[in-house]
């Protein structure tokens, strides 16, 4: 078993199933409402997505309530996480955390984390899979990153929710292009310095 790729999909999938609860709280919140379209905001009133950098928790859903659908977001989110915790390992675990993580993204677990997670799926249907490339050069300048880059990202990923209780202004002029980048490209790094990981250990 890649023991790096099992850490990076249980992360991933904790994360996106973390997601779906806090999400779905703050629709609970807004009561039995009909959404105006299937773009939504998780928080509602007082928080105006205009006014502040992470526009208010963006979701989608397919179904006309807030209140179911945050029902379903937070009991999803629950399984995601129990599941990436004690069974993504397992044949068609990662699989199966990826169709969690497009069941959070259609109702109303938000978009990053749902994203997050169904990259963390794919990474988890390669937990059993035999590593056939050599350690060469870059492959071990990438496992030398590992565990920090995986740290560093999640690090990051809630470091934003500091950084704009302080700097609201500032992130919705100049973070707004740069983050989303930012989380994708660590996420990738942080990937495949899992993987370079796991070549090390197989070549040892």
Known sequence: MRKATRIIAASLGLFAGFGGLEHGYFEILQGNVRPENIMIASMGAPCVPEE????????MTILPSFLITGIISMVLG??????????????????????????LLLFGG??????????GGLVGTKINTPVKKHAGP?????????????????IFLFSQFVIGYFFNEWLMEKGAAAIPGLILGLLVISILAGYGHDLQEQAQ
């Open 52 to 59: 502040i950098w992470h526009l208010c928790e963006p979701a």
């Open 78 to 103: 629950l399984i995601t996480m129990v599941w990436s915790a004690a069974f993504v390992q397992r044949k068609h675990g990662g699989t199966i955390l990826a169709l969690l993580s497009l069941g």
């Open 110 to 119: 938000g978009i990053f984390p749902p994203v997050i997670g169904i990259a």
């Open 138 to 154: 870059v492959w071990k300048a990438l496992a030398a990153l590992w565990p920090w880059a995986l740290i560093l990202y999640f």
